[in-house]
């Protein structure tokens, strides 16, 4: 073994170049034969082969390194923004085109205007015209529009199943508890059994817990601290200050109610003593006229008697003026105040409380609804006499009203002829002639 021999065969040597042609010659004849000749499966073996040893002649090493690896200095040129853009909106394109075909059923796939516009066409014919004139028009076919929110009219046939006659068949099969046949005693069941929730604070079904469970969900009894728990004074210091709380409130509520009661009994006394005073005064005033007339009365007959007729008639003149004061008061007076004059005259006594307007009638609710309304006993219908049309007075409640109300105009005519008897008809007369002052010629108002 020489030392040549180990060192590589020269390169681009004549002998080499024309063994690559005829290998490259060779192969591309194989592999025109094999894609032009498909005759059975073995010949597609040798195609596979042909194709590996073409490809296999022509792979070193350095194929299998990459590009970045063989020159790390290497800049790849970057895409324009025109690039980019047209492989967005192509990229786009294709994935819309998929979500519509998927997203959308196939009984309501509605296009939009711009897949509507994107596949109309147009068509273009010719007319001649009668005058021979040809005239060419462009139509453009576009798939009609259509609601999405309609509903299909296409309707989806449903297929029914068939019945199964086949009865289905049971699979039997041993258990554990059919094996065992145990049976769980009373204290095994109460460990699983799970209390339902009960709150604290809300429980409007009424539910209750038993006093262990209570315990065990307290904090306060737990496993390091199983003792008595120690309750403190302040819930019996709580319980009584509401006790006294109570208590006071009780007094004061019932203080309160005390004083509110004599506050009405003063005030309802206050106001019997005040109609008292105000009917003792009518009274009064009423003496006081009639003795004021008495008076009057007996100084005209004294003077009478005294023979003196000028100071008569200043004293008749004064009388008479004391009656008509007294008449214009009483056509000044309140029905009331009339009421008491007409009473006291007659001789009858009326309370004086009806007299100062303190009575009230009392209203009754019978005669404001018709009883024909309401429901009554089975001898509703029954009539006591014949002649009876009616159960109950048409005007029952007028009647009522009226028993206790004094008629007005019979209390006017009455005074009114009262008055006219007092006073009678008034003229002017001469006075007398016996007098032997001033006033003989004197003329004044008396009674005819």
């Known amino acids: 073994m020489s030392f040549s021999s180990l060192l590589p065969p020269p390169r681009r040597t004549s002998s080499e170049k024309e063994s690559q042609v005829s290998l490259v010659k060779r192969n591309r004849e194989l592999v025109l034969k094999a894609l032009t000749d498909d005759d059975n499966q073995d010949d597609n073996v040798k195609k596979d082969n042909i194709f590996d040893s073409v490809v296999g002649s022509k792979l070193n090493f350095q ?7 063989r020159n790390f200095n290497m800049e790849l040129p970057k895409p324009s923004q025109q690039e980019i853009e047209e492989t967005y909106n192509r990229t786009k394109k294709v994935f819309d085109k998929i979500l519509a075909t998927t997203l959308q059923p196939e009984t309501l796939a509605v296009k939009n205007s711009e897949q509507a516009n994107a596949e109309s066409y147009e068509l273009k014919y010719e007319t001649k015209q009668p005058s021979g004139a040809v ?21 989806a046939g449903k297929v029914v199943a068939p019945p199964v006659e086949e009865e289905i068949t049971p699979l039997f099969h041993k258990t554990e508890a059919a094996d065992s046949a145990k049976t769980f005693s009373k204290e095994e069941r109460a460990e699983w059994d799970i209390p339902a929730a009960i709150s604290s604070w809300k429980n409007p079904k009424g539910h209750t817990l038993s006093l262990d469970k209570r315990l065990a969900m307290d904090a ?41 009661r004599r506050l009405a009994d003063e005030e309802s006394r206050e106001k019997e003593e005040k109609m008292r005073l105000l009917a003792q005064k009518a009274r009064e005033e009423r003496e006081n006229e009639r003795s004021a007339n008495a008076r009057f009365g007996r100084r005209i007959a004294d003077h009478e008697d005294e023979h003196d007729p000028a100071k008569g008639r200043r004293i008749a003149r004064k009388a008479r003026e004391v009656e008509l004061e007294k008449d214009m008061r009483k056509s000044k007076m309140s029905t009331a105040d009339r009421l008491r004059e007409l009473a006291y005259s007659q001789g009858r006594d009326i309370s004086e409380r009806v007299i100062l307007s303190a009575a009230k009638a009392t209203d009754s609710s019978e005669g404001l609804y018709d009883s024909r309304l309401f429901s009554k006993g089975a001898n509703a219908n029954a ?66």
């Open 135 to 155: 005239k060419s028009r462009v139509l453009k076919i576009v798939e009609k529009a259509q609601d999405p929110l309609q509903p299909s009219t296409i309707k």
């Open 383 to 448: 009539r006591r006499h014949e002649d009876q049309l009616y159960d109950q007075p048409l005007f029952d409640q007028q009647a009522r009203d009226s028993s206790n109300r004094a008629n007005l105009d019979q209390i006017d005519s009455m005074i009114g002829e009262e008055k006219g008897e007092k006073r009678g008809h008034i003229q002017f007369t001469e006075a007398s002639k016996d007098s032997t002052r001033d006033e003989e010629k004197e003329y004044g108002l008396q009674d005819k």
């Open 63 to 69: 194929d299998f390194v990459p590009i970045r690896q």
């Open 220 to 260: 306060r009894y737990n496993k390091q601290n199983v003792g008595p728990h120690e309750v403190s004074e302040g819930f019996a210091n709580l319980s009584s200050a509401l006790e006294v709380a109570d208590s006071e409130a009780r007094q004061q509520m019932k203080v309160r109610a005390e004083a509110k």
